[in-house]
């Protein structure tokens, strides 16, 4: 069956940095789009990163721009997010998500509802 299994989440003081992976299997990863979002308590999900089923086209939440950055080996089914001078505000769980990329827009790579496959999460958390 499918599953998506993110790791690396953790406590890290603010302007610290941590390395998010995504274990993926089940399913054809090489033809999906994957996705990391954030949730914090009593906030919307949001986009954090996306990046196409190749790995040539990358989509970041203005938030993080410059500090996060999204990347995937199609070798090992594995997708990261690799995040720098984390702030507070940055606090949430973190999801990954697979979407099957047939060539959307780009703004619906931003939209939880493209993405068909969903990981459990993992917390970061950032002190200030």
């Known amino acids: 069956q499918v599953q998506l299994v993110e790791s690396g989440g953790g406590l890290v003081q603010a302007g610290g940095s941590l390395r998010l992976s995504c274990a993926a299997s089940g399913f054809t990863f090489s033809s999906y789009a994957m996705g990391w979002f954030r949730q914090a308590p009593g906030k919307e999900r949001e986009l954090v990163a996306a990046?196409?089923?190749?790995?040539?086209?990358?989509y970041y939440a203005d938030s993080v721009k410059g500090r996060f950055t999204i990347s995937r080996d199609n070798a090992k089914n594995t997708v990261y997010l690799q995040m720098i001078n984390l702030q507070p505000e940055d606090t949430a769980v973190y999801h990954c998500?697979?979407?099957?990329?047939?060539?959307?827009?780009?703004?619906?790579?931003?939209?939880?509802?493209?993405?068909?496959?969903w990981g459990q999460g993992t917390q970061v958390t950032v002190s200030s």
């Open positions: 990046v196409r089923w190749s790995g040539g086209t990358t």
């Open positions: 998500a697979a979407a099957l990329d047939t060539g959307y827009s780009g703004r619906s790579y931003y939209n939880p509802q493209t993405y068909r496959y």
